[in-house]
């Protein structure tokens, strides 16, 4: 058995489920007679270099704390975007990095992030091979744009969904009330992957009013296309919602909303995207002249946690429990996973994979959950997201506006 002190970190964008997790985590090394300490890192592996650590322990039993943790959006730990060097790249980073490890005692390392953090979790486990030094290294998957392989969804997805679904249709209820021609155009998240936008979907289905059209990165994108299904539409109602995610591209590979973007990109080399709703907004004003506006979802689809799915929640602890007890019967160098169970009701089972098999790798929206058109999703593609939207948490407030922890 080994005997250590564990730490913890958050990394990439936040989820309003992500300290849920960390809640989990704490909950699980609070049972394990393995773990001494629970350490978190501050600002993830970037302040972890700096040796920026918090004793974490003193949460193991304050249910309270614990409970307005799992309700508490961003990250509480902070988080960072920093990529390490590739191993075959002469740097004195991870010799660092584990010099800090043994004079902490960590034996224990658990990284709750996306395809990047993974990236991070990977090389940690596979330099600690090389120097003989024993530790157990998790991976913890999140976010919201669901596009983790070998996972059937990840935590903060649903409460992501649960968010866009919502508001795609109070937008949609909102539109409706006048007689005049109109487009509204709203853009969600989602570069490489359109899950989130996938999720405005739901709001028709079993709201009567949301998105009329959906269009998503998988499918390229085609002006002439868009303005048709527009016009269709009007045919049948004076209020069209489109919902698009920003990564949408033209079939020569060039981001619709290419001119209002800065070029920028960040340590993993993606661009910074924005303006996909507001270059839609100037071709519907030329290619039809009504009425016309764009809505960026932006920063709300990540932070609402006023609207958290319970199903989510609750999954994203339990995974975080699940990662200590991994850990401690042997497990490193892994990602827990949510496989779906083959039933009538919604059932998951938590398991893993390898990190190598998940590490800056992308799953995409499958074409079975796209129509014919490309300009929406199938029954298919509802059927998948409905239950991880599921169930409404109880939110702590004072004098009318909600409570969050800060560690």
Same mark, same amino acid.
């Given at each position: 058995?080994?005997?250590?002190?564990?730490?913890?970190?958050?990394?990439?964008?936040?989820?309003?489920?992500?300290?849920?997790?960390?809640?989990?985590?704490?909950?699980?090394?609070?049972?394990?007679?393995?773990?001494?300490?629970?350490?978190?890192?501050?600002?993830?592996?970037?302040?972890?270099?700096?040796?920026?650590?918090?004793?974490?322990?003193?949460?193991?039993?304050?249910?309270?704390?614990?409970?307005?943790?799992?309700?508490?959006?961003?990250?509480?730990?902070?988080?960072?975007?920093?990529?390490?060097?590739?191993?075959?790249?002469?740097?004195?980073?991870?010799?660092?990095?584990?010099?800090?490890?043994?004079?902490?005692?960590?034996?224990?390392?658990?990284?709750?992030?996306?395809?990047?953090?993974?990236?991070?979790?990977?090389?940690?486990?596979?330099?600690?091979?090389?120097?003989?030094?024993?530790?157990?290294?998790?991976?913890?998957?999140?976010?919201?744009?669901?596009?983790?392989?070998?996972?059937?969804?990840?935590?903060?997805?649903?409460?992501?969904?649960?968010?866009?679904?919502?508001?795609?249709?109070?937008?949609?209820?909102?539109?409706?009330?006048?007689?005049?021609?109109?487009?509204?155009?709203?853009?969600?998240?989602?570069?490489? /992957? $359109?899950?989130?936008?996938?999720?405005? +979907? !739901?709001?028709?289905?079993?709201? *009567?009013?949301?998105?009329?059209? @959906?269009? =998503?990165?998988?499918?390229?994108?085609?002006?002439?296309?868009?303005?048709?299904?527009?016009?269709?539409?009007?045919?049948?109602?004076?209020?069209?919602?489109?919902?698009?995610?920003?990564?949408?591209?033209?079939?020569?590979?060039?981001?619709?909303?290419?001119?209002?973007?800065?070029?920028?990109?960040?340590?993993?080399?993606?661009?910074?995207? /924005? $303006?996909?709703?507001?270059?839609?907004? +100037? !071709?519907?004003?030329?290619?039809? *002249?009504?009425?016309?506006?764009? @809505?960026? =979802?932006?920063?709300?689809?990540?932070?609402?946690?006023?609207?958290?799915?319970?199903?989510?929640?609750?999954?994203?602890?339990?995974?975080?429990?699940?990662?200590?007890?991994?850990?401690?019967?042997?497990?490193?160098?892994?990602?827990?996973?949510?496989?779906?169970?083959?039933?009538?009701?919604?059932?998951?089972?938590?398991?893993?994979?390898?990190?190598?098999?998940?590490?800056?790798?992308?799953?995409?929206?499958?074409?079975?959950?796209?129509?014919?058109?490309?300009?929406?999703?199938?029954?298919?593609?509802?059927?998948?997201?409905?239950?991880?939207?599921?169930?409404?948490?109880?939110?702590?407030?004072?004098?009318?506006?909600?409570?969050?922890?800060?560690?």
């Amino acid at each position: 058995m080994l005997v250590g002190n564990a730490i913890v970190g958050q990394s990439g964008g936040p989820t309003s489920a992500i300290n849920a997790t960390l809640s989990g985590i704490i909950r699980g090394a609070s049972r394990c007679d393995s773990i001494k300490k629970l350490f978190g890192m501050k600002n993830g592996i970037e302040g972890f270099l700096d040796e920026e650590i918090i004793d974490l322990s003193f949460l193991f039993h304050d249910e309270d704390k614990l409970s307005l943790l799992e309700t508490t959006p961003a990250c509480a730990l902070g988080s960072c975007r920093k990529k390490l060097p590739n191993l075959d790249t002469p740097s004195d980073v991870f010799a660092k990095i584990f010099e800090i490890f043994k004079k902490n005692d960590i034996r224990f390392f658990f990284y709750i992030g996306g395809n990047d953090s993974m990236d991070t979790a990977y090389k940690l486990s596979e330099y600690a091979k090389t120097i003989e030094y024993e530790i157990r290294i998790i991976g913890v998957p999140k976010t919201i744009d669901n596009d983790l392989p070998c996972t059937d969804h990840a935590p903060g997805y649903g409460s992501a969904a649960k968010f866009i679904a919502t508001a795609v249709s109070e937008i949609a209820t909102d539109c409706a009330v006048y007689k005049t021609r109109a487009v509204t155009i709203i853009e969600a998240m989602g570069r490489d /992957a $359109g899950w989130l936008a996938c999720a405005g +979907a !739901l709001a028709r289905k079993y709201n *009567g009013m949301g998105a009329d059209l @959906i269009y =998503l990165p998988e499918t390229p994108f085609y002006d002439n296309e868009f303005i048709s299904a527009i016009e269709k539409c009007f045919k049948s109602h004076p209020n069209v919602v489109v919902l698009v995610s920003e990564g949408i591209r033209y079939e020569n590979g060039e981001y619709v909303g290419a001119s209002k973007q800065s070029g920028m990109v960040d340590v993993f080399g993606h661009r910074y995207l /924005a $303006g996909t709703a507001k270059n839609l907004e +100037a !071709l519907v004003k030329q290619e039809i *002249g009504c009425k016309v506006r764009s @809505i960026e =979802l932006n920063l709300l689809q990540r932070c609402s946690s006023h609207i958290l799915s319970a199903t989510d929640i609750s999954e994203s602890v339990a995974i975080g429990k699940r990662a200590v007890e991994l850990a401690d019967s042997g497990q490193s160098g892994i990602m827990l996973t949510f496989v779906r169970k083959e039933s009538e009701r919604y059932e998951i089972d938590i398991s893993c994979v390898s990190l190598e098999k998940v590490a800056r790798r992308v799953k995409y929206v499958p074409r079975s959950f796209i129509n014919s058109e490309g300009n929406n999703v199938t029954e298919e593609c509802i059927d998948y997201i409905s239950p991880l939207i599921l169930g409404e948490m109880q939110i702590k407030y004072e004098n009318g506006v909600p409570v969050h922890i800060r560690l």
